[in-house]
């Protein structure tokens, strides 16, 4: 019994678009925590730029599957783009609820 549903190529457009996106909000929690003076006081933004190049590589990996013209080395891309996705919403979460519970 097959538990995940058969992945559609279309799909690897909308991780880059998500994953871009999810950049662009890792940079802008960085610059806030940094122009706030939060940053001296907590790892936070350390560990939210790490999920930046995570997200940035994740862009990559996708970029590269849909420019890949083997089927195989594209499905290799489209594998590792989805781990370095899946990995960087994790963490972002984590990040979120650790700084949740740690300003209040």
């Not at 799909?11 to 909000?25: A, E």
Request: neutral net charge.
């Amino acid at each position: 019994m097959e538990h995940f549903v058969e992945k559609k190529s279309e799909d690897i457009y909308h991780i880059l678009n998500t994953s871009s996106n999810l950049l662009g909000l890792c940079f802008f929690i960085v610059m806030y925590l940094k122009t706030a003076n939060i940053a001296k006081s907590t790892m936070i933004d350390e560990l939210v730029g790490f999920d930046a190049i995570v997200f940035g590589f994740c862009c990559i990996f996708s970029f590269l599957s849909m420019r890949s013209l083997s089927k195989a080395r594209k499905e290799r891309y489209e594998l590792i783009a989805d781990f370095l996705f899946f990995f960087g919403i994790l963490s972002l979460v984590t990040i979120i609820i650790a700084g949740w519970f740690s300003f209040f």
